[in-house]
């Protein structure tokens, strides 16, 4: 069965730090695509990419993290991390990981439908 487990979530004041977990299971790891997207609860608005990264390594952000978020991958533990810094109110949002077994082209990677595996979503709420 294919699993994805999001941690890392929590409370922390603007300009913190927090790092998010995606751990797989059930799959061959090193050969998806993992992307993070997040959603404001409560609201109609769309899951917006927040990162991706390859089975080659290559690496994507959105234009609102970008500098500030950093994706990585660990092969062993079957793990992407989401490392997030200098945070911001608006970085508020239940944060989901999602899993394709194939890299994507430039243009789907913060397509929804893309995905073939999501998470249960950790949610990281910064204070002002």
């Known amino acids: 069965e294919v699993q994805l487990v999001e941690s890392g979530g929590g409370l922390v004041q603007a300009g913190g730090s927090l790092r998010l977990s995606c751990a797989a299971s059930g799959f061959t790891f090193e050969s998806y695509a993992i992307g993070w997207f997040r959603q404001v609860p409560g609201t109609v608005t769309e899951r917006e990419g927040v990162?991706?990264?390859?089975?080659?390594?290559?690496?994507y952000y959105g234009d609102s993290v970008r500098g500030r978020f950093t994706i990585t991958s660990d092969n062993a533990r079957n793990t992407v991390y989401l490392q997030m810094n200098s945070l911001k109110p608006e970085d508020t949002a239940v944060y989901y990981c999602?899993?394709?077994?194939?890299?994507?082209?430039?243009?789907?990677?913060?397509?929804?439908?893309?995905?073939?595996?999501w998470g249960q979503g950790t949610q990281v709420t910064v204070s002002s």
């Open positions: 999602a899993a394709v077994p194939r890299p994507l082209l430039l243009l789907m990677i913060w397509v929804r439908s893309s995905y073939a595996y």
């Open positions: 990162s991706y990264i390859s089975s080659d390594g290559s690496t």
